[in-house]
């Protein structure tokens, strides 16, 4: 097992994404700590996955909170070796039309909390000094561009650069800093977002050379390659599990 004896922290671990890490870091050996909005599922998950499972319901867009979160980790685990920054939100509007209030919300989540997980996270690790693993989520939309979905597109922009900073001022400390850039991945949030009907599936299929959408669980085994010993001289780096869209410059046809 990759993960084995490892302690995680793991932010949007309730649903998609985020629950598919946690499933793979457990299945991996992993200990997870897993936070998230939705306290139901959150708790459903965490009892249904053991005890090698932890669940605390919270705001990541709190200093308060990130920094708790990681004191409860090491008292429920004993030590903090890697954190999945996961959580994200989605806000679609015309540019024209985009409210400041909803720009600051998507960057509150996908951004701001990064940042503070991230500095608190690592600060722990610091302290433990035996370095450490941060993985950020982003997008291929940190690359390209949507023009309806501005403050995600900017956000995912901004996680990259993040991730760049991070691990330049952490490498020193032994701690180890990339992210993901997933294409179109088929969680709850893609279908509400981006595949509504038949025309915008068979869009984003257009624009997918391998001609499907990605499972979470394919999302989850990048995560732990980069979080585990495999990845080990791979830090500022955003890795992009996309069925090939960024290589993309034309359409491909399509099956009804």
């Known amino acids: ?53 932890e669940f605390l319901a919270g705001n990541v867009t709190e200093s308060a909170f990130a920094q708790s979160a990681v004191r ?78 501005v403050p995600y597109v900017v956000s995912k922009g901004g996680v990259n650069q993040l991730t760049r900073v991070m691990a330049i001022a952490l490498a020193p400390h032994d701690i180890r800093v990339n992210a993901i850039g997933p294409g179109t991945i088929a969680t709850e949030l893609a279908r509400n977002a981006v595949l509504g009907s038949d025309a915008a599936r068979r869009k984003l299929m257009s624009r997918t050379p391998l001609r499907r959408l990605g499972e979470p669980d394919e999302v989850a085994k990048v995560a732990v390659f980069l979080a585990g010993d495999d990845g080990s001289y791979m830090t500022g780096q955003t890795v992009y599990p996309d069925g090939g869209r960024l290589a993309l410059n034309y359409t491909v046809p399509v099956d009804d």
């Open 1 to 53: 097992m990759k993960l084995e004896g490892k302690v995680a922290l793991v932010t949007g671990g309730a649903n998609g994404i985020g629950a598919a890490c946690v499933d793979r870091f457990i299945a991996e050996g992993a200990s997870v700590f897993f936070v998230d909005l939705d306290a139901k599922a959150g708790r459903a998950r965490a009892q249904a996955l053991g005890e090698r499972a």
């Open 72 to 149: 409860a980790v090491v008292e429920r685990f004993g030590r903090l070796d890697i954190l999945l920054n996961n959580a994200g939100i989605i806000h679609t509007a015309p540019f024209l039309e985009l409210s400041e209030a909803d720009f600051d919300r998507v960057l509150a989540v996908n951004l701001k909390s990064y940042f503070l997980f991230g500095q608190a996270a690592a600060r722990q690790m610091v302290a433990q000094g035996h370095g450490g693993a941060i993985v950020n989520m982003s997008s291929v939309n940190a690359v390209l561009a949507i023009p309806d979905q």
